[in-house]
Nanobody
Framework: QVQLVDSGGGLVQAGGSLRLSCAASGRTFSKYAMGWFRQAPGKEREFVAAISWSGGTTYYADSVKGRFTISRDNAKNTVYLQMNSLKPEDTAVYYC????????????????WGQGTQVTVSS
């Protein structure tokens, strides 16, 4: 069993940066691939980024590639999402997720989800 707590969201101007954190409880954190997803009002949840259990493989949505970086620290049971050059269209609730052996863009491949953290980018 893994419990996830998302944090780090906030209000930022376009072009700014934020770093999201996802703290996990449970000794099995390092065994799971981790992902970040986001959901804007009236839209479906969409994939943002994912990382393998070792951190050696990362995977990004085209819309964030080159601007966002996912990383993890297994010693701290934490995964991060560094978001640079933020745009108003990045506004959404961001969720971290844990599950599976390989990073995936599919929500159904994740077993555990954080509560979400709001990111708002003003123009």
């Amino acid at each position: 069993q893994v419990q996830l707590v998302d944090s780090g969201g906030g209000l930022v101007q376009a072009g700014g940066s934020l770093r999201l954190s996802c703290a996990a409880s449970g000794r099995t954190f390092s065994k799971y691939a981790m992902g970040w997803f986001r959901q804007a009002p009236g839209k479906e949840r969409e994939f943002v980024a994912a990382i393998s259990w070792s951190g050696g493989t990362t995977y990004y949505a085209d819309s964030v590639k080159g601007r966002f970086t996912i990383s993890r620290d297994n010693a701290k049971n934490t995964v991060y999402l560094q978001m640079n050059s933020l745009k108003p269209e990045d506004t959404a609730v961001y969720y971290c997720a844990a599950g599976g052996d390989y990073p995936s863009a599919l929500p159904r491949n994740y077993d555990y989800w954080g509560q979400g953290t709001q990111v708002t980018v003003s123009s």
